[in-house]
């Protein structure tokens, strides 16, 4: 086969002509615009109206984003025919503050602090919820009213914190000892734009554990000082459980490592840590299913009573920016016991909807039904994890003081000062309580 210069290749006869490179760059030219075409349709007649929006903010990323959509949000746009434009972001407080300050807040949010939520309440950015949702589904630990007597969040799940995670196949002789060595806890304090938060729940649960819920309320309110003899002892107590300013390799170890990859460190040859005060969430993580995961109440391990006093507890909380008809409709259906069970389907965490109840089946039932009964037992004190419940900016001094803490516990007069100076400053919003019986 020749061809004439500039000129049209000729094909031998019984041979399939190719296409010219001009007519392959025609076709892709066109398949790009009508490609470009369909997306700008598509962002037309949600301009227009003719697929409605509600956005959505909230923290769930990568695997946790994706469950969240399969579970809960594409079920919600087929029943509803309702497009959510879901926003996930491990600095989901940062976020919110941005959209606000700029007038371009989300419809609905999903955050874990009801602290910076009544914040933005007193603000009046939030709506009351009183007419789309049941509060009675959740009771007054998880759907509070506020000082103005409005209700304006509730849980979409739960989790208990008072708790001790251990390899399956260690036993309780062997979590004793490891509980005197701090090179036996899984430490983590990163967490991004809020790391340190981890070191907050030691220091919580143990002030909660000693003392009780009654003083650990007072504090969490802003009634408590800061530089008070049982505040100064948790932050002590946890010094000596987790070696703070001891082994420099091992506080290294735990300034560096991100809390949801320190539990990695339960499946190495050999074991590089036995215990981990986390939350129920972190049972999702891979290494804890791989060990086999089981917990312990907190309060033997940390301060060696032979009980927990009362229960450290975390939930993601929904709450109402704007009152379009697709944000009270989502509204409505993150509320709803449906939403609420797939939900807990795909996650460690839980549901408290009075009409969903524990699963009794699968592998996990004997570490699930447990926390899921603790959390919703009406008979045991469940109170808030006190620096969520805490003005945004007093939790976030907090969580950073436990990093300058674990770095250099020399420090701790003049940390306990400032958080002192800081929680006395005027015009911060303090909830009123924090602890409560969960009631079906």
Request: contains cysteine.
């Amino acid at each position: 086969m020749s061809a004439h210069p500039g000129g049209p290749a000729t094909a031998a006869p019984g041979t399939r002509r190719r296409p010219s490179r001009r007519l392959v760059r025609t076709v892709t030219v066109v398949a790009s615009c009508l490609a470009v075409l369909a997306a700008a349709v598509v962002v037309g007649v949600r301009a227009l109206g003719q697929e409605p929006t509600v956005t959505l903010l909230a923290n769930w990323t990568q695997d946790d984003e994706t469950n969240f959509r399969k579970a809960v949000i594409e079920p919600f746009e087929r029943k509803y025919h309702i497009h959510v434009d879901y926003q996930g972001s491990n600095a989901e407080s940062q976020v919110l503050g941005a959209d606000v300050e700029a007038g371009t807040p989300p419809d609905v949010v999903v955050l874990t602090g009801p602290g910076e939520l009544a914040e933005y309440a007193r603000q009046k950015y939030l709506l009351p919820l009183e007419d789309l949702v049941d509060t009675g589904d959740f009771g007054d630990s998880w759907a509070k009213p506020l000082a103005d007597g409005h209700v304006y969040w509730f849980p979409l799940k739960t989790d208990l914190k008072s708790i001790v995670w251990y390899p399956g196949d260690v036993g309780e002789q062997q979590r004793g000892q490891a509980a005197h060595e701090p090179a036996q806890w899984c430490v983590g304090m990163g967490s991004g734009a809020t790391s340190g938060w981890p070191g907050t729940d030691w220091i919580e649960d143990i002030l909660l554990q000693r003392y009780g819920p009654k003083l650990y309320e007072q504090w969490a309110r802003g009634d408590l000082s800061w530089q008070s003899k049982q505040v100064k002892d948790a932050w002590k107590t946890w010094r000596h459980l987790v070696g703070a300013g001891g082994d420099p390799a091992l506080v290294r170890r735990a300034l560096k490592t991100p809390f949801g990859a320190v539990s990695r460190l339960v499946t190495t040859e050999p074991r590089g840590c036995t215990l981990e005060h986390q939350a129920s969430f972190i049972r999702g993580q891979n290494a804890w299913r791989q060990a086999r995961g089981r917990w312990s109440p907190s309060a033997p391990l940390l301060v060696g009573t032979p009980a927990n006093r009362a229960w450290e507890v975390s939930a993601d909380l929904v709450a109402l920016l704007h009152t379009t008809p697709e944000a009270r409709k989502l509204i409505r259906y993150l509320a709803s016991a449906d939403a609420q069970r797939a939900w807990g389907a795909e996650t460690s965490g839980f549901s408290v909807h009075a009409d969903v109840q524990p699963g009794s089946g699968g592998p996990d039932a004997d570490w699930r039904l447990p926390l899921a009964r603790t959390l919703r037992d009406k008979n045991e004190v469940h109170c808030f994890d006190a620096s969520d419940a805490m003005p945004p900016a007093v939790r976030d001094a907090f969580a950073e003081a436990t990093i300058e803490f674990l770095a250099d516990p020399g420090h701790l007069e003049a940390l306990l000062r400032s958080l002192d100076t800081l929680s006395r400053t005027s015009g911060l919003t303090w909830l009123p309580s924090v602890c409560a019986s969960v009631r079906h």
